[in-house]
T-cell receptor, first 112, second 113 residues
């Protein structure tokens, strides 16, 4: 039982490049979400999903796309990376609303 | 913007001193959760409070949920170096849906041995 697995752990991009951050969970959780963490800003919700085929925006969705084709996977796509997207990204999942969140180990992304 | 305010932003204590962080919401919450993030790590769930006035203890940690369910606190008695990290509170927001979990900005606790 691996929990929530995120890849890659580190990534450096040039402005304008695109990439996908991968997230997978093996706990059969309905709910999955992406947060970004910046110094002094706490954790801000980017996008979330309440089940396969269902996604919705969080607090800071601009510049990011998500899809949920399976229960297990919830990738986060950066369409055209910008320096403002330099951050640590966490994927998190939970069984259902009001349950505790399980976090992945994070992806540190730098956009130059 | 953030609907959960957390204070203080930073707290430095000597080992053995007590520590408290406070969380205030702009609206009534159905529940509140607390997480701890060690330096370089990921947030880890500590506890969830649901009832008005609820108090829960985990060894040296005491969690409280206010009577109006708009504020909460985490108190650590006799801090140890293992308590170092950032403590976050989080509450559900979303116009009737409890799917959006909004985090406070956190309190970074450092402990001088």
């Amino acid at each position: 039982n691996a929990g929530v697995t995120q890849t890659p752990k580190f990534q450096v991009l040039k402005t304008g490049q695109s990439m996908t951050l991968q997230c997978a969970q093996d706990m059969n959780h309905e709910y999955m979400s992406w947060y970004r963490q910046d110094p002094g800003m706490g954790l801000r919700l980017i996008h979330y999903s309440v089940g396969a085929g269902i996604t919705d925006q969080g607090e800071v969705p601009n510049g990011y796309n998500v899809s949920r084709s399976t229960t297990e996977d919830f990738p986060l796509r950066l369409l055209s990376a910008a320096p403002s997207q330099t951050s640590v990204y966490f994927c998190a999942s939970r069984l259902k609303a009001d349950e505790k969140l399980f976090f992945g180990s994070g992806t540190q992304l730098s956009v130059l | 913007g953030q609907q959960v305010m957390q204070i203080p932003q930073y707290q430095h204590v000597q080992e053995g001193e007590d520590f408290t962080t406070y969380c205030n919401s702009s609206t009534t919450l159905s529940n509140i959760q607390w997480y701890k993030q060690r330096p370089g790590g990921h947030p880890v769930f500590l506890i969830q409070l649901v009832k008005s006035g609820e108090v829960k203890k985990q060894k040296r940690l005491t969690f409280q949920f206010g009577e109006a369910k708009k504020n909460s606190s985490l108190h650590i008695t006799a801090t140890q170096t293992t308590d170092v990290g950032t403590y976050f509170c989080a509450g559900p927001y979303g116009g009737g849906s409890n799917y959006k979990l909004t985090f406070g900005k956190g309190t970074l606790l450092t402990v001088n041995p």
